[in-house]
């Protein structure tokens, strides 16, 4: 148990379908992230959310939309992907992103298929 | 080009044997550093952590060492076991006293352990 719980852990998704990434964490942090994490690359940081406004979105393509209900909940809206973007999409918290004391700590993923 | 990264893709040691996983950093003002273990199927997994103020810091059956002089970073693992094997890769934060958000992570080495 991690913590951090992600769902669903596989995805299969066409070109023109509209689906959702859900990750909740049981860790009483106030920070959420989304990662991208694609073969043979290091993790690319997509999304951050402190205390659920968004602190940061790394130029990430419009058709991932995160939201953030509250401290616990993120959400990674998807629609009209492509194929490069299959990987795997890792949700993570940490207390805050204030000053570094405390690491991320990461759920185990959503594996994302495009065809 | 990256500055957080790895000398070796994959690693391969005896069961019993140390494993030391190297990782080169460029830049002098990254104050924050973390070892991430990544089993297959999961997500990271925090090990340890190290401030820029400290040289060694150990865990259980870890230890992780930063030479700031070289700008590298190493973890060492004792007695490797089975349940070790991983991709391994660290993280630095490049913003002095920055958060969470500002982790750059390589691209990780796979640990192989040989029974």
């Known amino acids: 148990e991690t913590g951090v719980t992600q769902t669903p852990r596989h995805l299969v998704m066409g070109m023109t379908n509209k689906k959702s990434l859900k990750c909740e964490q049981h860790l009483g942090h106030n920070a959420m992230y989304w990662y991208k994490q694609s073969a043979k690359k290091p993790l690319e940081l997509m999304f951050v959310y402190n205390f659920k406004e968004q602190t940061e979105n790394n130029s990430v393509p419009s058709r991932f939309s995160p939201e953030c209900p509250n401290s616990s909940h993120l959400f990674l809206h998807l629609h009209t992907l492509q194929p490069e973007d299959s990987a795997l999409y890792l949700c993570a918290s940490s207390q805050t992103t204030g000053p570094v004391n405390s690491p991320l700590h990461f759920g185990n993923g959503t594996r994302l298929t495009v065809t | 080009g990256e500055s957080v990264g790895l000398h070796l893709p994959t690693l391969s040691v005896q069961e019993g044997d140390n494993s030391i996983i190297n990782c080169a950093y460029s830049n002098s003002a990254s104050d924050y550093f973390i070892w991430y273990k990544q089993e297959s199927g999961k997500g990271p997994q925090f090990i340890i952590d190290?401030?820029?103020?400290?040289d060694k810091r150990q865990g259980q059956r870890v230890t992780v060492l930063l030479n700031k002089t070289v700008k590298h970073l190493s973890l060492q693992i004792a007695a490797t076991q089975p349940g070790d094997s991983a991709v391994y890769f660290c993280a630095e934060n490049r913003h002095s006293g920055g958060g969470a958000d500002g982790l750059t992570f390589g691209k990780g080495t796979h640990l192989i352990i040989q029974p």
């Open positions: 190290i401030r820029s103020n400290m």
